[in-house]
């Protein structure tokens, strides 16, 4: 077929051209027409077959992506046939035709037969409707009949501007929410994410309806754009017109996911370099957040300005309506905004700018797009003048946690917040090319404030101890400053405290509150690597931690800190079980400095707990009494705050009246995490290796191993206990679970000696972006946090069957693992071990500390190795 071959072959060219470096609107442009052009030939070989009257009664009129000449390589035909005389057997031969020759070209058509009522009646009855075909274009057939038609949808959108911009807002609003709800989401969709092509598209859907018009430069003659606006657009259209375009060639099918390994790809491919603290894919991707958030804004407005667009009545009446505030502020029923005439003065000055947000969260009111536009152009200066009134204005507004992160956000839209904060420049989209964060830095900072503020209403025991909390705005400063130390080689903790210190200086903040903003910076990732890395019943370690932080005071913004920074990596990221470890700390911590009090309040394990367990004895016999007062204390952190009293006293009486050669299993959910727990009771007087064992089995099940703990109770007691996440099943059926202890229940009896076999699980191959991201196996002793054992930690990428293969050979190393806790976050992992020699003891011999870390590194190495090709 003549037109298949047209199709293939110009579509080839214009890759090689693209691949050559085309920009990406001349890629679509010339898509577009030689797709007009297919389309316009199989319509003249229809005509010429079904009758040459056709030409003069149908109209082929392109709309949507294909209608603005922007036609991605993969993307669907939107071809609409109108008509205008009585629906006959011929126009409907003439339709099935071209559908069916228009697919069997290659392409996938989404046709349309109507009359001209017929489609402006389905457009105004349908929002998403209406903007496709606000991006008509006529190709063939009869101009007459497109010339009535457009007339036609114009007036319509005149006459029903309101409910016609209200529905194509709300349905970009539904759109923008599934792709994300912020711009700086860090696997966007290029076509309808945040600040993507879509919202671009949704300032030509608005201009028709407000002018008429769709072109974007045609809106800066009618003065809803400024020049500078337009060319900002143009610039994002451009971007991501060429990212599309690579995506769909790249992927032989329609593709708008910008993943990790695209990235990559196309940073590479775009000739993007990078630096010793800057990867090319990060330079690339902060381009590209630089350009769509100023899209998301500028969409932003450019909808509201079409909302509020004002009737004469209501200009009548605004004088009425609006009244003056300070002699320079206008205050109207929803907005408020700056006096035309003082506007020049105001804009520029950070102190106005400041008292303008306060009223505006005072009042309930919304910035008007005059004075935010005219705001940010002032702040596109290279240097605004900043004296200490602004500081003082600035350090009060952090005061109040009531709209603090919606004000914060948008002095950085409007780039006011990095004239205060000259260091917040740096980090505006920041890409964190990893696994686990989804945001980029200053985004994720901003939500660290955002999620901080929110606990104000939240009734748990971080939103009481934020509630109480006198100095607010030390911890709010402090979270808007806690990443911006990222980009450079140095550790950006480190970084991070110089800029603290300069901040503070700047803001003309001394004493106290200083020394606080700047150990909360420095220390920011010191509470979750203890909380998550640490045995948190090592009451030494504890007091040692708390006498670091040295008052209740910081205790408490640390706590918050560290809960407002986990929780804005990603939605999800801080699970019961993170939660429950980092409010354990604290409020073990929290003991040591001041006794039992919040503690006692907040009914989480506690001293009173292991007295409930013993209550559970006969009252007779005290010695039995005793007896579980303290065994009970040497169970995991955890294990008694979780369980009833009475569990864990019955299970301990089990244990203790058990025979010699008796093995007690149990299998229990953790409640509201998700997660499973086993335990396992014995009587070991030598070393079984029964740990790394288990941890095999789990694995080969497909159970993820996420904290480990081996207690010694007394009298060669010991307690095994693992706590793991079922990849399998949401909803773990009971027979499972059965086997899952049968197993245990086997192998620690020594009935059980089948070597684990670890499933090839498609998710594990090392693609091109889990390649760049890979951390750097490490295996690193502590031999001084706690007393009586060495720390091994081992930093690797997660592989199944990894934590098998380091406990095996700890094992084999001839040591005792006493307890285990596994943090796993994207493709890396963090393993840590407490370890002891066969004898209990802490390993002090510098040689065999080597000889541990060097083995154990090469076993690590060699484990990983063998999986590398399965990328």
Same mark, same amino acid.
């Given at each position: 077929?003549?037109? &298949?071959?047209?199709?293939?072959?110009?579509?080839?060219?214009? &890759?090689?051209?693209?691949?050559?470096?085309?920009?990406?609107?001349?890629?679509?442009?010339?898509?577009?027409?030689?797709?007009?052009?297919?389309?316009?030939?199989?319509?003249?070989?229809?005509?010429?077959?079904?009758?040459?009257?056709?030409?003069?009664?149908?109209?082929?009129?392109?709309?949507?992506?294909?209608?603005? &000449?922007?036609?991605?390589?993969?993307?669907?035909?939107?071809?609409?046939?109108?008509?205008?005389?009585?629906?006959?057997?011929?126009?409907?031969?003439?339709?099935?035709?071209?559908?069916?020759?228009?697919?069997?070209?290659?392409?996938?058509?989404?046709?349309?037969?109507?009359?001209?009522?017929?489609?402006?009646?389905?457009?105004? #009855?349908?929002? @998403?409707? =209406?903007?496709?075909?606000? $991006?008509?274009?006529?190709?063939?057939?009869?101009?007459?009949? =497109?010339?009535?038609?457009?007339?036609?949808?114009?007036?319509?959108?005149?006459?029903?501007?309101?409910?016609?911009?209200?529905?194509?807002?709300?349905?970009?609003?539904?759109?923008?929410?599934?792709?994300?709800?912020?711009?700086?989401?860090?696997?966007?969709?290029?076509?309808?994410? !945040?600040?993507?092509?879509?919202?671009?598209?949704?300032?030509?859907?608005?201009?028709?309806?407000?002018?008429?018009?769709?072109?974007?430069?045609?809106?800066?003659? #009618?003065?809803?754009?400024?020049?500078?606006?337009?060319?900002?657009?143009?610039?994002?259209?451009?971007?991501?017109?060429?990212?599309?375009?690579?995506?769909?060639?790249?992927?032989?099918?329609?593709?708008?996911?910008?993943?990790?390994?695209?990235?990559?790809?196309?940073?590479?491919?775009?000739?993007?370099?990078?630096?010793?603290?800057?990867? !090319?894919? %990060?330079?690339?991707?902060?381009?590209? =957040?630089?350009?769509?958030?100023?899209?998301?804004?500028?969409?932003?407005?450019?909808?509201?300005?079409?909302?509020?667009?004002?009737?004469?009545?209501?200009?009548?009446?605004?004088?009425?309506?609006?009244?003056?505030?300070?002699?320079?502020?206008?205050?109207?029923?929803?907005?408020?905004?700056?006096?035309?005439?003082?506007?020049?003065?105001?804009?520029?000055?950070?102190? @106005?700018?400041?008292?303008?947000?306060?009223?505006?969260?005072?009042?309930?009111?919304?910035?008007?797009?005059?004075?935010?536009?005219?705001?940010? $152009?002032?702040?596109?200066?290279?240097?605004?003048?900043?004296?200490?009134?602004?500081? +003082?204005?600035?350090?009060?507004?952090?005061?109040?946690?009531?709209?603090?992160?919606?004000?914060?956000?948008?002095?950085?839209?409007?780039?006011?917040?990095?004239?205060?904060?000259?260091?917040?420049?740096?980090?505006?989209?920041?890409?964190?090319?990893?696994?686990?964060?989804?945001?980029?830095?200053?985004?994720?900072?901003?939500?660290?404030?955002?999620?901080?503020?929110?606990?104000? %209403?939240?009734?748990?025991? *971080?939103?009481?101890?934020?509630?109480? /909390?006198?100095?607010?705005?030390?911890?709010?400063?402090?979270?808007?400053?806690?990443? /911006?130390?990222?980009?450079?080689?140095?550790?950006?903790?480190?970084?991070?405290?110089?800029? *603290?210190?300069?901040?503070?200086?700047?803001?003309?903040?001394?004493?106290?509150? *200083?020394?606080?903003?700047?150990?909360?910076?420095?220390?920011?990732?010191?509470?979750?690597?203890?909380?998550?890395?640490?045995?948190?019943?090592?009451?030494?370690?504890?007091?040692?931690?708390?006498?670091?932080?040295?008052?209740?005071?910081?205790?408490?913004?640390?706590?918050?800190?560290?809960?407002?920074?986990?929780?804005?990596?990603?939605?999800?990221?801080?699970?019961?079980?993170?939660?429950?470890?980092?409010?354990?700390?604290?409020?073990?911590?929290?003991?040591?400095?001041?006794?039992?009090?919040?503690?006692?309040?907040?009914?989480?394990?506690?001293?009173?707990?292991?007295? +409930?367990?013993?209550?559970?004895?006969?009252?007779?016999?005290? $010695?039995?009494?005793?007896?579980?007062?303290?065994?009970?204390?040497?169970?995991?952190?955890?294990?008694?705050?979780?369980?009833?009293?009475?569990?864990?006293?019955?299970?301990?009486? $089990?244990?203790?009246?058990?025979?010699?050669?008796?093995?007690?299993?149990?299998?229990?959910?953790?409640?509201?995490?998700?997660?499973?727990?086993?335990?396992?009771?014995?009587?070991?007087?030598?070393?079984?290796?029964?740990?790394?064992?288990?941890?095999?089995?789990?694995?080969?099940?497909?159970?993820?191993?996420?904290?480990?703990?081996?207690?010694?109770?007394?009298?060669?007691?010991?307690?095994?206990?693992?706590?793991?996440?079922?990849?399998? =099943?949401? #909803?773990?059926?009971?027979?499972?679970?059965?086997?899952?202890?049968?197993?245990?229940?086997?192998?620690?009896?020594?009935?059980?000696?089948?070597?684990?076999?670890?499933?090839?699980?498609?998710?594990?191959?090392?693609?091109?972006?889990?390649?760049?991201?890979?951390?750097?196996?490490?295996?690193?002793?502590?031999?001084?946090?706690?007393?009586?054992?060495?720390?091994?930690?081992?930093?690797?990428?997660?592989?199944?069957?990894?934590?098998?293969?380091?406990?095996?050979?700890?094992?084999?190393?001839? /040591?005792?693992?006493?307890?285990?806790?596994?943090?796993?976050?994207?493709?890396?992992?963090?393993?840590?071990?407490?370890?002891?020699?066969?004898?209990?003891?802490?390993?002090?011999?510098?040689?065999?500390?080597?000889?541990?870390?060097?083995?154990?590194?090469?076993?690590?190495?060699?484990?990983?190795?063998?999986?590398?090709?399965?990328?």
């Amino acid at each position: 077929m003549a037109a &298949r071959r047209q199709w293939t072959e110009g579509r080839e060219l214009i &890759r090689q051209r693209h691949d050559n470096g085309a920009p990406g609107k001349k890629t679509v442009l010339e898509l577009s027409d030689l797709l007009d052009a297919v389309v316009l030939s199989l319509h003249h070989a229809a005509v010429l077959d079904l009758g040459a009257e056709l030409d003069l009664v149908v109209t082929l009129v392109m709309h949507g992506g294909c209608g603005r &000449r922007e036609f991605a390589p993969f993307s669907d035909v939107d071809l609409m046939i109108l008509y205008h005389t009585a629906e006959s057997s011929q126009l409907n031969a003439y339709s099935r035709r071209m559908v069916q020759d228009i697919n069997d070209v290659g392409l996938k058509v989404g046709s349309s037969l109507r009359t001209p009522r017929e489609a402006c009646t389905m457009a105004t #009855n349908d929002p @998403q409707v =209406f903007s496709s075909l606000t $991006e008509s274009r006529y190709i063939g057939g009869n101009i007459d009949l =497109f010339t009535n038609y457009l007339a036609r949808l114009q007036r319509i959108s005149q006459k029903r501007y309101s409910g016609l911009t209200d529905g194509i807002i709300a349905a970009r609003a539904r759109e923008r929410d599934q792709y994300g709800e912020t711009v700086y989401l860090l696997r966007p969709n290029i076509k309808r994410s !945040p600040g993507a092509l879509r919202d671009i598209h949704l300032i030509r859907w608005l201009g028709f309806v407000r002018f008429g018009e769709t072109d974007i430069d045609q809106l800066v003659r #009618n003065r809803a754009l400024t020049a500078q606006d337009a060319e900002q657009l143009h610039a994002a259209n451009e971007f991501l017109l060429r990212l599309r375009c690579d995506l769909h060639f790249h992927g032989g099918r329609t593709q708008d996911g910008l993943g990790r390994n695209e990235q990559v790809r196309l940073a590479k491919k775009m000739g993007y370099s990078g630096s010793d603290s800057i990867l !090319p894919v %990060e330079s690339m991707m902060q381009d590209y =957040f630089r350009l769509t958030s100023r899209t998301r804004y500028l969409s932003g407005q450019f909808s509201e300005a079409s909302q509020s667009r004002t009737t004469l009545t209501q200009s009548m009446l605004a004088p009425l309506m609006t009244r003056q505030v300070d002699g320079v502020f206008r205050m109207g029923p929803t907005r408020i905004g700056v006096d035309p005439q003082r506007r020049g003065e105001v804009v520029g000055d950070i102190r @106005q700018i400041l008292r303008l947000m306060q009223l505006a969260v005072l009042h309930n009111k919304t910035i008007e797009q005059e004075t935010w536009l005219a705001i940010r $152009e002032a702040m596109s200066a290279e240097t605004v003048p900043f004296s200490q009134d602004d500081a +003082r204005q600035f350090w009060a507004l952090l005061t109040n946690p009531k709209r603090l992160a919606e004000v914060l956000q948008m002095l950085h839209e409007m780039h006011v917040l990095e004239k205060i904060i000259p260091d917040f420049g740096h980090t505006r989209g920041m890409l964190q090319f990893n696994e686990y964060h989804h945001y980029t830095v200053d985004e994720h900072s901003l939500r660290a404030v955002r999620i901080c503020a929110g606990l104000e %209403e939240n009734p748990s025991i *971080a939103g009481k101890i934020y509630r109480g /909390l006198r100095d607010k705005q030390v911890l709010h400063l402090a979270l808007l400053l806690h990443d /911006l130390g990222k980009g450079q080689t140095e550790d950006h903790c480190e970084v991070g405290l110089r800029i *603290a210190v300069r901040i503070c200086e700047r803001l003309g903040i001394g004493g106290k509150e *200083a020394e606080n903003v700047a150990f909360l910076v420095h220390n920011h990732l010191m509470m979750s690597h203890i909380a998550f890395h640490r045995d948190l019943s090592d009451e030494s370690m504890v007091a040692e931690f708390a006498a670091n932080v040295g008052s209740v005071g910081l205790l408490s913004m640390l706590f918050l800190l560290t809960w407002a920074d986990i929780s804005a990596v990603a939605p999800d990221m801080m699970t019961p079980w993170k939660e429950e470890l980092l409010t354990g700390l604290f409020l073990n911590a929290h003991d040591q400095l001041t006794g039992m009090a919040l503690r006692e309040t907040s009914g989480r394990h506690s001293h009173s707990l292991f007295d +409930r367990i013993a209550e559970c004895a006969d009252p007779d016999d005290p $010695e039995t009494a005793s007896w579980l007062r303290e065994t009970a204390r040497n169970l995991p952190w955890n294990y008694c705050s979780e369980h009833e009293p009475q569990l864990v006293a019955g299970r301990l009486l $089990e244990l203790r009246r058990a025979d010699p050669d008796q093995v007690l299993a149990f299998v229990n959910p953790v409640a509201s995490t998700g997660q499973h727990e086993l335990s396992i009771g014995k009587r070991e007087r030598i070393r079984s290796g029964i740990f790394y064992k288990v941890t095999g089995m789990l694995a080969s099940q497909g159970l993820r191993v996420r904290a480990a703990e081996i207690k010694p109770l007394g009298s060669s007691l010991l307690w095994y206990w693992y706590r793991f996440e079922d990849g399998d =099943f949401a #909803n773990v059926p009971e027979s499972r679970l059965d086997e899952i202890r049968a197993r245990a229940h086997a192998i620690a009896t020594g009935a059980d000696e089948e070597p684990p076999r670890f499933r090839t699980l498609w998710n594990d191959r090392i693609t091109p972006a889990v390649k760049l991201s890979l951390p750097e196996i490490r295996v690193e002793i502590d031999n001084q946090t706690v007393d009586n054992a060495t720390i091994i930690d081992v930093f690797a990428y997660n592989r199944l069957g990894l934590l098998y293969t380091i406990s095996r050979k700890i094992f084999l190393l001839g /040591l005792d693992v006493r307890f285990a806790r596994i943090s796993t976050w994207g493709h890396q992992v963090l393993d840590v071990f407490y370890v002891t020699d066969s004898q209990g003891r802490k390993i002090r011999e510098r040689l065999r500390l080597n000889t541990i870390r060097q083995e154990l590194a090469a076993e690590v190495e060699a484990f990983l190795g063998e999986h590398k090709s399965d990328g």
